[in-house]
């Protein structure tokens, strides 16, 4: 059986990897927050840091990053109701409205003009019901590598489609996060490991190195 080293690096090829950013987004994450708890963990842990070192690391080895933005037109056209989720959001003061700053791609992370921003304006995940598949279908990816929020819907929803659609998922487990803090690792112990190759930002950007240097 190979160890997890060998695993990663057969399952991170640049040739068959893409990277989704998940809800990585002004109006989430950003300091204008709409869930500032929300955007507190993800900056207090790192991970949104290490959400823009992988893409950083991703435009530089030529790997295809796409940015999943769930947003909201002004007038709620096409908008889920049927969770209590989706009514709350509805009456947060910061509103993911389309074209607006909410729905941004947040600092510090970059965005190459190689990028694709994938938007949807309903339903809880970042690929079904939206183009992600079919994208990455088009530029031959075999793995996905998931990052972003939140652990506690977004992030599952990402990782289940994904291996449901035939992909291998590979999540740093420190460039996702949830609240509250301490429910992410547990939802990543119990339920992501069953699925997903998790491993780390560290390790993930190492095997990346390894690839642009021949080795």
């Keep these: 059986m ?14 068959a990897t893409a990277l989704l950013t998940v809800e990585c987004q002004r109006g989430v994450v950003g300091p204008d927050s709409a869930l500032p708890e929300l955007a507190d963990a ?36 096409g908008a ?7 009514k709350a959001a509805a009456r947060l003061p910061v509103q993911q409205l389309t074209g607006s700053a909410a729905v941004q791609i947040a600092d510090p992370i970059p965005v190459s003009d190689d990028d ?22 088009n530029f031959g990816c075999r793995t996905l590598v998931v990052t972003g929020v939140s652990a506690n819907v977004a992030i599952p929803n990402a990782v289940f489609d994904a291996v449901n659609l035939g992909y291998t998922a590979v999540v740093p487990a420190d460039a996702i996060a949830g609240v509250p803090a301490d429910y992410t690792p547990e939802m990543i112990r119990h339920t992501l490991a069953l699925v997903a190759t998790v491993t780390t930002t560290d390790e993930v950007l190492a095997q990346w190195g390894r690839r642009r240097r021949g080795e």
């Design 2 to 15: 190979p160890s997890d080293t060998a695993r990663l690096i057969g399952q991170l090829d640049p040739a």
């Design 80 to 86: 889920s109701h049927n969770a209590r989720l989706f």
């Design 42 to 77: 993800v900056r207090e842990s790192g991970a949104l840091a290490n959400v823009a070192r992988l893409v950083a690391a991703a435009h530089g080895a030529g790997i295809q990053v796409l940015h999943a933005v769930a947003e909201r037109r002004p007038d709620g056209r």
């Design 116 to 137: 694709l921003v994938v938007r949807r304006l309903h339903g809880l995940s970042p690929i079904a019901g939206t183009d992600v598949d079919a994208l990455l279908r």
